[in-house]
């Protein structure tokens, strides 16, 4: 089965630190991108970071860049976010996700599956 | 950055309606858009990838169409499973961005 667990979320005050951790299982981990994505309590998706197989491109959100590190160690098929310098505005669920891409025919694009259960992070005094 | 537009954010149908959700791009995505369902507490799953194609194992009532700009979520006859928040996503720029989302309740 693949699957994906998230931990290493918590309650942390502003300006603190908190590093992420996705354990993957059911796949070949290094073939695969991955993705963070996070949901604030009550509110919508919001794509926040991502890493390609070899781990030599990343990208983040505009909302992280320069506070959020994304990595992988694919021999131990786990993906990371270290998350500094936090504000109250990063409290959400953090969930991870692997990009599956397709370009065959007519058929191209990418989705992310499957999810994470997710890790909660709370930034509050 | 590409926009997507929901729409509506929410709506009431009983179990057998037809529903249909909406979703603009702000510019075209060609077809890398999909649509996500998630339940209360869970995890997102993919429904729809590349605009019109079934994830495997998800009912056939699941539909998608559309393209560049304007995009359908169609459920043909709704279950009460099919309760839930729909999101689009498209990944044909960076960032990659979700709409806001769609919430499907009973009516």
């Known amino acids: 089965e693949v699957q994906l667990v998230e931990s290493g979320g918590g309650l942390v005050q502003p300006g603190g630190s908190l590093r992420l951790s996705c354990v993957a299982s059911g796949f070949t981990f290094s073939s695969y991108e991955m993705n963070w994505v996070r949901q604030a309590p009550g509110k919508g998706l919001e794509w926040v970071s991502y890493?390609?197989?070899?781990?030599?491109?990343?990208y983040y959100a505009d909302s992280v860049k320069g506070r959020f590190t994304i990595s992988r160690d694919n021999t131990r098929n786990s993906l990371y976010l270290q998350m500094n310098s936090l504000r109250a505005e990063d409290t959400a669920l953090y969930y991870c996700?692997?990009?599956?891409?397709?370009?065959?025919?007519?058929?191209?694009?990418?989705?992310?599956?499957?999810w994470g259960q997710g890790t909660l992070v709370t930034v509050s005094s | 950055d590409i926009q997507m537009t929901q729409s509506p954010s929410s709506l009431s149908a009983s179990i057998g309606d037809r529903v249909t959700i909406t979703c603009r791009a702000s510019q075209s995505v060609s077809t890398y858009l999909n649509w996500y369902q998630q339940k209360p507490g869970k995890a997102p799953k993919v429904l729809i990838y590349?605009?019109?194609n079934l994830q495997s194992g998800v009912p056939s009532r699941f539909s998608g169409s559309g393209s560049a700009t304007d995009f359908t979520l169609t459920i043909s006859s709704l279950q009460p499973e099919d309760f839930a928040t729909y999101y689009c996503?498209?990944?044909?720029?960076?960032?990659?961005?979700f709409g806001g989302g769609t919430k499907v309740e009973i009516k």
């Open positions: 890493i390609s197989n070899s781990g030599s491109s990343i």
């Open positions: 590349a605009v019109s």
């Open positions: 996503r498209q990944s044909y720029r960076a960032p990659v961005s």
């Open positions: 996700t692997r990009e599956v891409r397709r370009n065959s025919g007519v058929i191209k694009g990418d989705w992310f599956d499957p």
